[in-house]
């Protein structure tokens, strides 16, 4: 299997620590690790791992099944870890993105076979398949019967519609995708567009404006909220005056 980025999500850190190893060990990068709820659904949002190892007994207000639940339209796979497993929320994550169980404690070749028995579930994110196919520096986006070639650095901005996705170009054009936002991220470049809110995506060539605390930006004469978790990263793609 192709190297993952790995988020680690566990509140027990002498385990967290054994699991970053084993991960390490198997040749796989780590995308974050942490004990908190809230920061691995924000870490989630930034990182986008490949796959999430997930404790399903955290301590404070979410569990790892809640976690799962709130990042479900983001479709990262999710390996649960635990010792015991009751049978509501066995339910409840058979409703996740769920790519298996491992039961602690656990050892490298436990997590190395869970994660290849896994299959399909857990592709490296750039790699999914979609409608729109990178052909070099432009996508195919299927129109009617046929396939148009859209290059990518007409692209301005995408806006999620459910589970499809619209392309916003310079010539004002708008293509209408098959695929979520989430996985037409990892079809294009990834020094030249980035996700500032869960349902935009903009390349940052084309920002003309930030609003004061970089609450907003303006492309052309549209402007495009960005997300509280999302502006810290985007003002850091800048040099500041």
């Known amino acids: 299997?192709?190297?993952?980025?790995?988020?680690?999500?566990?509140?027990?850190?002498?385990?967290?620590?054994?699991?970053?190893?084993?991960?390490?060990?198997?040749?796989?990068?780590?995308?974050?690790?942490?004990?908190?709820?809230e920061e691995a659904l924000a870490l989630a949002k930034i990182k986008e791992p490949d796959l999430i190892l997930m404790d399903i007994n955290l301590e404070g207000d979410l569990n790892g099944v809640d976690i799962a639940e709130k990042l479900n339209y983001l479709e990262i796979p999710v390996l649960f870890m635990t010792s015991e497993v009751s049978p509501d929320i066995y339910e409840r994550a058979k409703n996740t993105c769920i790519a298996g169980y491992l039961v602690k404690p656990f050892d490298l070749l436990s997590l190395k076979s869970s994660i290849e028995l896994s299959g399909d579930k857990i592709i490296p994110r750039k790699k999914q398949p979609a409608n729109g196919k990178v052909i070099k520096d432009s996508l195919l986006v299927r129109k009617a019967t046929s396939l148009v070639k859209v290059p990518v650095k007409e692209i301005t901005h995408a806006q999620s519609h459910g589970n499809h996705s619209m392309l916003h170009t310079k010539s004002g054009e708008k293509h209408l995708v098959t695929i979520s936002l989430t996985k037409l991220l990892h079809k294009l470049p990834e020094g030249d567009f980035m996700k500032v809110h869960k349902q935009y995506i903009i390349q940052l060539a084309c920002i003309e404006e930030l609003s004061a605390g970089a609450h907003e930006v303006r492309i052309g004469k549209k402007m495009i909220p960005v997300g509280r978790t999302f502006r810290h990263q985007l003002l850091n793609r800048f040099e500041t005056l």
């Not at 299997?1 to 509140?11: A, G, H, S």
């Not at 054994?18 to 709820?37: C, P, Q, R």
């Open 1 to 37: 299997m192709d190297k993952l980025r790995i988020l680690i999500v566990e509140d027990e850190p002498s385990f967290a620590l054994e699991v970053e190893m084993l991960v390490n060990e198997l040749g796989h990068s780590i995308a974050g690790v942490t004990g908190d709820g």
